[in-house]
């Protein structure tokens, strides 16, 4: 199954959480952390991350925090995915093919990397300003297309 992991759901709702506010206003990990009831301990860990991966500045001090070091619309959930935990991937075989018995006959190999790649798709075209600005509203923030058609 294909399951974000908590880091990066905080990662994301904290990447949302700056790209709402006035551009270039900070926030800190404990404000973050406060307004979504998420662990501290964990979420500083994972700014962390995402500063030292050129997605988030931050600053000490009085007025500190972080903020977006980067237009939230150049930023995609995919590269936040990637910063913190690394390559999405469905299957062993999709990035490892020599790793399995059943490479050679494989029915699902195929099939599945199609999959993987629009899901890599998806995630590389969804910015965190377009998650910004569905935050509250209705409807879809993306349409999910199979081998061209529409789902």
């Known amino acids: 199954m294909l399951r974000l992991s908590k880091k990066v759901d905080y990662?994301?709702?904290?990447?949302?959480?700056?790209?709402?506010?006035?551009t270039g206003a900070s926030a800190s990990a404990k404000e973050i952390a406060d307004a979504h009831r998420l662990p501290a301990a964990l979420l500083a860990k994972v700014l962390q991350q995402?500063?030292?991966?050129?997605?988030?500045?931050?600053?000490?001090?009085?007025?500190g925090g972080y903020r977006l070091a980067r237009d939230p619309e150049s930023i995609s959930v995919l590269d936040v995915i990637e910063a913190i935990d690394g390559p999405v991937f469905l299957t062993s075989c999709?990035?490892?093919?020599?790793?399995?018995?059943r490479t050679p006959g494989c029915t699902a190999r195929r099939p599945l990397g199609k999959i993987q790649q629009d899901i890599q798709q998806l995630l590389a075209e969804t910015s965190i300003m377009q998650m910004t600005a569905r935050e509250g509203k209705r409807g879809?923030?993306?349409?999910?297309?199979?081998?061209?058609?529409?789902?």
Do not use: W, Y
């Open 140 to 151: 879809p923030l993306v349409r999910i297309r199979a081998s061209g058609a529409e789902v």
């Open 50 to 63: 995402l500063a030292r991966s050129g997605f988030l500045a931050a600053a000490q001090g009085t007025n």
């Open 11 to 22: 990662g994301l709702i904290a990447m949302i959480h700056l790209a709402s506010r006035k």
């Open 94 to 101: 999709s990035t490892s093919p020599g790793d399995c018995e």
